[in-house]
């Protein structure tokens, strides 16, 4: 099954979110990847921590991660950097809306769709939005 990592700077959000996505997958796994370690200025991302969460939950099939801010790519990016050279091909950022995509991804993930679907679903995501805002 493909699998989810969210990137928020805030742990907060992430968290949340993950909790809402479980309700709706429970077979499929997500993982946090949120914050910064740091009590006083908590707000960020860390590749590495972005790393241990793609390698937490990686699965053969693949691992899509969400994430919420444009540094949050960079972030990401430099995860996939990070991976094993036989795991980052299987690991695509999705640069859909995060809320929107990632439950478009888990359901479709649920579903048994392939990591290019699954994709292609949360990317399509933020058009469902836009088609209900038009009516």
Same mark, same amino acid.
């Given at each position: 099954?493909?699998?989810? =990592?969210? +990137? #928020? ?5 992430? %968290?949340g %979110? ?5 309700? *709706? ?8 990847? !949120?914050? @910064?370690?740091?009590?006083d ?11 241990? !969460?793609?390698?937490?939950? $990686?699965?053969?099939?693949? +691992? @899509? @991660? $969400?994430?919420?801010?444009? #540094?949050? +790519?960079?972030? !990401?990016?430099?995860? @996939? ?5 036989? *795991? ?10 995060l =809320? ?5 991804? =888990?359901?479709?993930?649920?579903g ?5 679907? +699954? ?6 995501a933020?058009?469902l ?7």
């Amino acid at each position: 099954m493909v699998n989810i =990592v969210l +990137v #928020s700077h805030s742990e907060k959000l992430a %968290l949340g %979110l993950a909790e809402l996505l479980a309700q *709706m997958a429970q077979d499929c796994k997500i993982a946090v990847a !949120a914050g @910064i370690d740091d009590a006083d200025n908590p707000i960020g991302t860390d590749a590495v921590k972005i790393m241990n !969460a793609v390698e937490e939950v $990686f699965s053969p099939e693949g +691992v @899509i @991660i $969400f994430v919420d801010l444009g #540094s949050a +790519v960079l972030s !990401a990016e430099t995860a @996939i950097d990070l991976l094993q050279a036989d *795991m980052a091909p299987k690991v695509k950022i999705s640069y859909a809306p995060l =809320v929107e995509g990632a439950l478009a991804a =888990v359901i479709s993930a649920a579903g048994g769709d392939d990591l290019q679907t +699954v994709l292609a679903e949360a990317d399509a995501a933020a058009e469902l939005k836009q088609q209900q805002a038009d009516k």
